[in-house]
T-cell receptor, first 114, second 115 residues
Framework: EAQVTQNPRYLITVTGKKLTVTCSQNMNHEYMSWYRQDPGLGLRQIYYSMNVEVTDKGDVPEGYKVSRKEKRNFPLILESPSPNQTSLYFC?????????????FGSGTRLTVV | AQSVSQHNHHVILSEAASLELGCNYSYGGTVNLFWYVQYPGQHLQLLLKYFSGDPLVKGIKGFEAEFIKSKFSFNLRKPSVQWSDTAEYFCAVNRYGGSQGNLIFGKGTKLSVKP
């Protein structure tokens, strides 16, 4: 089944403890992206990647890192999480073609930083 | 900066009522336009998309949207809503050319349908 898989689905952590949220897609998509969703703010893009080893900042990149060493994986790294990073995170991917079907989203990771 | 505006934060309708959700974007060049739906507790799913051609686009579950270039709008419509349409709806814009990975979302409109 074509899908974007994120892990974990739920995570509670403490301030300052490094964590990684994994994202993997099995559709051979070039583009991958991370969003955070907060009430009243909709989805805001954190980082995106247009292909292997090509990443760029979205609207809210502060406090996050990403890497794209392989086409299928796009992990999101929080080196020193803070409570304002408590949010619902979505990974998404799509093909490079302009007339692709749009992003396919993962099921989300609900992160709580205490 | 490129932005997407959704006019209604929360819309409450009775079953069988007609729906129209507004979406305006600020970018003046060629754009790809999307509507996504997020059912409670789930991830986003694509409802419909517009790239070119007929400005009236039909999507899944009886939804349609009309692209009006002169108004920078892409409003979502459904003639008769059902209780199962209760969800949050997001309009999104992808600028063609340049930074194609940068899909910008509106803040969303919550739709509550009363049975």
């Amino acid at each position: 089944e074509a899908q974007v898989t994120q892990n974990p689905r739920y995570l509670i952590t403490v301030t300052g403890k490094k964590l990684t949220v994994t994202c993997s897609q099995n559709m051979n998509h070039e583009y991958m992206s991370w969003y955070r969703q907060d009430p009243g703010l909709g989805l805001r893009q954190i980082y995106y990647s247009m292909n292997v080893e090509v990443t760029d900042k979205g609207d809210v990149p502060e406090g996050y890192k990403v890497s794209r060493k392989e086409k299928r994986n796009f992990p999101l790294i929080l080196e020193s999480p803070s409570p304002n990073q408590t949010s619902l995170y979505f990974c998404a991917s799509r093909k490079r073609d302009r007339e692709s079907h749009g992003y396919t989203f993962g099921s989300g990771t609900r992160l709580t930083v205490v | 900066a490129q932005s997407v505006s959704q006019h209604n934060h929360h819309v409450i309708l009775s079953e069988a009522a007609s729906l129209e959700l507004g979406c305006n974007y600020s970018y003046g060049g060629t754009v790809n336009l999307f509507w996504y739906v997020q059912y409670p507790g789930q991830h986003l799913q694509l409802l419909l998309k517009y790239f070119s051609g007929d400005p009236l686009v039909k999507g899944i579950k009886g939804f349609e949207a009309e692209f009006i270039k002169s108004k920078f709008s892409f409003n979502l419509r459904k003639p008769s809503v059902q209780w199962s349409d209760t969800a949050e709806y997001f309009c999104a814009v992808n600028r063609y050319g340049g930074s194609q990975g940068n899909l910008i979302f509106g803040k969303g409109t919550k739709l509550s349908v009363k049975p």
